[in-house]
């Protein structure tokens, strides 16, 4: 039988696992965590937690290397410390665009990151919108794939724009595009996007008629926000009257915040599985929504052996 439920988080983002313990009516789990002078990192959990039902919530951000090697070093002082079940919270898997070997002599880097995570002591994964589907095969224990499409649903659907039409960026995203166009029984169009180096995209072609209407761009991740900025030109050259967009994962690396301010961009949706505030703050077309009453649920639902799946939506 599972014990207590208990909320830890590394350092990668404390303002979400504030939020989660909030919306469950926890205390933020005791653990230290600081790097020695040479940078290696040290981990010590604060409080007993023998028999206990361990969620850890780290987001594999920037610096991502040392975010992996502390959630990795985190599982393993958890396991070593006798509890129950622990559970990888991971609102944003780094690494997850290299899921295939699409040039020869490269590595599948999401596969080895999932065998890292469960050799490290994570009896589950939970995690929210990974860049390719199939990447929860690459976990050898059980994967609750969370989406932030009712997040972002809810938000489009305040901003009531008018003759409003869904745009995926790529091919791949397609699906995400088009389930949220169903449910806001907008239009659907597509961009054709050819990818010309890494972070550089050109896009060539816009499928779908937006002359004259509110085009808003859903995407998984925002990095260098090359692709967002791109598109914009596209759409409003075939006549789109208003572009916005919507980022789950707000990488924002290098010059995207400046790129996004200097776009015709008029709104930018972004979720908290990254640390935004900083960036919100940096640039006015940024609009924070939060993803924690979403973990917060999972959570719950997971530690009381209760369906999670209404949360697929």
Same mark, same amino acid.
Do not use: W
């Given at each position: 039988?599972?014990?207590?439920?208990? *909320?830890?988080?590394?350092?990668?983002?404390? $303002?979400?696992?504030?939020?989660?313990?909030?919306?469950?009516?926890?205390?933020?789990?005791?653990?230290?965590?600081?790097?020695?002078?040479?940078?290696?990192?040290?981990?010590?959990?604060?409080?007993?937690?023998?028999?206990?039902?361990?969620?850890?919530?780290?987001?594999?951000?920037?610096?991502?290397?040392?975010?992996?090697?502390?959630?990795?070093?985190?599982?393993?002082?958890?396991?070593?410390?006798?509890?129950?079940?622990?559970? $990888?919270?991971?609102?944003?898997?780094?690494?997850?665009?290299?899921? %295939?070997?699409?040039?020869?002599? @490269?590595?599948?880097?999401?596969?080895?990151?999932? =065998?890292?995570?469960?050799?490290?002591?994570?009896?589950?994964?939970?995690?929210?919108?990974?860049?390719?589907?199939?990447?929860?095969?690459?976990?050898?224990?059980?994967?609750?794939?969370?989406? $932030?499409?009712?997040?972002?649903?809810?938000?489009?659907?305040?901003?009531?724009?008018?003759?409003?039409?869904? @745009?995926?960026?790529?091919?791949?995203?397609?699906?995400?595009?088009?389930?949220?166009?169903?449910?806001?029984?907008?239009?659907?169009?597509?961009?054709?996007?050819? &990818?010309?180096?890494?972070?550089?995209?050109? @896009?060539?072609?816009?499928?779908? =008629?937006?002359?004259? &209407?509110?085009?808003?761009?859903?995407?998984?991740?925002?990095?260098?926000?090359?692709?967002?900025?791109? !598109? @914009?030109? $596209?759409?409003?050259?075939?006549?789109?009257? &208003? *572009?916005?967009?919507?980022?789950?994962? !707000? *990488?924002?690396?290098?010059?995207?915040?400046?790129?996004?301010? %200097?776009?015709?961009?008029?709104?930018?949706?972004?979720?908290?599985?990254?640390?935004?505030?900083? %960036?919100?703050? !940096?640039?006015? %077309?940024?609009?924070?929504?939060?993803?924690?009453?979403?973990?917060?649920?999972?959570?719950?639902?997971?530690?009381?052996?209760?369906?999670?799946?209404?949360?697929?939506?």
């Amino acid at each position: 039988m599972l014990g207590e439920l208990k *909320v830890f988080g590394g350092r990668s983002h404390p $303002a979400l696992v504030s939020e989660i313990c909030d919306y469950l009516g926890l205390s933020v789990g005791q653990v230290e965590a600081y790097n020695f002078s040479d940078g290696e990192t040290f981990c010590q959990i604060r409080e007993n937690v023998r028999g206990s039902d361990v969620f850890v919530v780290q987001s594999l951000t920037a610096p991502v290397n040392d975010n992996l090697v502390e959630l990795l070093i985190m599982l393993d002082a958890f396991k070593r410390s006798s509890a129950s079940r622990v559970t $990888a919270v991971l609102p944003y898997y780094a690494y997850s665009r290299q899921d %295939k070997k699409d040039k020869p002599r @490269v590595p599948i880097t999401a596969k080895l990151v999932a =065998d890292l995570i469960s050799r490290a002591g994570a009896d589950r994964i939970l995690t929210m919108d990974l860049h390719a589907s199939q990447i929860q095969g690459f976990f050898d224990v059980p994967v609750d794939h969370l989406f $932030a499409a009712p997040v972002l649903l809810e938000a489009i659907r305040e901003l009531q724009i008018p003759d409003l039409m869904i @745009v995926s960026p790529d091919a791949g995203g397609v699906e995400r595009a088009r389930a949220i166009a169903k449910r806001l029984e907008a239009g659907l169009a597509i961009l054709d996007k050819r &990818r010309v180096a890494p972070n550089e995209a050109e @896009v060539m072609n816009v499928i779908g =008629d937006v002359e004259g &209407r509110s085009a808003m761009i859903i995407d998984d991740i925002i990095d260098t926000a090359g692709t967002m900025t791109k !598109a @914009v030109e $596209a759409l409003k050259a075939k006549g789109a009257a &208003r *572009v916005l967009a919507a980022g789950i994962h !707000a *990488v924002l690396s290098g010059p995207a915040l400046e790129r996004i301010q %200097k776009s015709g961009f008029e709104t930018v949706l972004i979720t908290n599985t990254t640390p935004i505030a900083d %960036k919100v703050a !940096a640039c006015d %077309k940024l609009r924070p929504l939060s993803v924690a009453p979403l973990l917060g649920e999972a959570i719950r639902r997971i530690h009381e052996n209760s369906s999670v799946s209404s949360l697929f939506v």
